[in-house]
T-cell receptor, first 113, second 113 residues
Framework: DQQVKQNSPSLSVQEGRISILNCDYT??????FLWYKKYPAEGPTFLIS?????DKNEDGRFTVFLNKSAKHLSLHIVPSQPGDSAVYFC????????????FGDGTTLTVKP | NAGVTQTPKFQVLKTGQSMTLQCAQD?????MSWYRQDPGMGLRLIHY???????DQGEVPNGYNVSRSTTEDFPLRLLSAAPSQTSVYFC????????????FGPGTRLTVL
């Protein structure tokens, strides 16, 4: 039973356009959601997060939206740049276990020049 | 700060051999975790620790052992390596406050023949 799902294994967009990466979760106990970015042969790095008391969080070109009723979140990257090409992981946790997260399988984003 | 460091970067073992993957962090983080990533999949939690002397099992703990004698170090021991343990292993750390992102090491690529 996968509690965090990223149903699109890959996404390809043109430079300058918007990239939208999606994530669904099933565990209603999750109250904190994170996106990590991973380049080949490196560890994941934190990108942006959102707590369940918000429905949107913005950081520069990156915005995360949370729809609690649908148990769905999305990451928007505008405008997309070739350096954004990486694997993006969605992760979820709850405050009683802040040190561990449940990860989705990742979406490989390719931004074409 | 070096952040989270892992050694070795690469390792090849024969079935039945044992070894220890090393992980250290210099950020005084209370929480430390071990994940494995198999091809096309997300990160799955093996073991985690909320502080020195305290460890707990994650999603896939079988065949692995951990201990946490200091805040800085969190080694992962493979007791008797099996081909199913071929994977990339990531160590992560974070503060103990309720909502915090994890900082990941660069990973150890392990092959068991």
């Amino acid at each position: 039973d996968q509690q965090v799902k990223q149903n699109s294994p890959s996404l390809s967009v043109q430079e300058g356009r918007i990239s939208i990466l999606n994530c669904d979760y099933t565990n209603s106990m999750f109250d904190y959601f994170l996106w990590y970015k991973k380049y080949p042969a490196e560890g994941p790095t934190f990108l942006i997060s959102i707590s369940s008391i918000k429905d949107k969080n913005e950081d520069g070109r990156f915005t995360v939206f949370l729809n609690k009723s649908a148990k769905h979140l999305s990451l928007h990257i505008v405008p997309s740049q070739p350096g954004d090409s990486a694997v993006y992981f969605c992760a979820a946790s709850h405050n009683t276990n802040a040190g561990k997260s449940t990860f989705g399988d990742g979406t490989t984003l390719t931004v074409k020049p | 700060n070096a952040g989270v460091t892992q050694t070795p970067k690469f390792q090849v073992l024969k079935t039945g051999q044992s070894m220890t993957l090393q992980c250290a962090q210099d950020m005084n983080h209370e929480y430390m975790s071990w994940y494995r990533q198999d091809p096309g999949m997300g990160l799955r939690l093996i073991h985690y620790s909320v502080g020195a002397g305290i460890t707990d099992q994650g999603e896939v703990p079988n065949g692995y052992n951990v201990s946490r004698s200091t805040t800085e170090d969190f080694p992962l021991r493979l007791l008797s390596a099996a081909p199913s343990q071929t994977s990339v292993y990531f160590c992560a750390s974070s503060y103990a406050d309720t909502y915090n992102e994890q900082f990941f090491g660069p990973g150890t690529r392990l092959t068991v023949l």
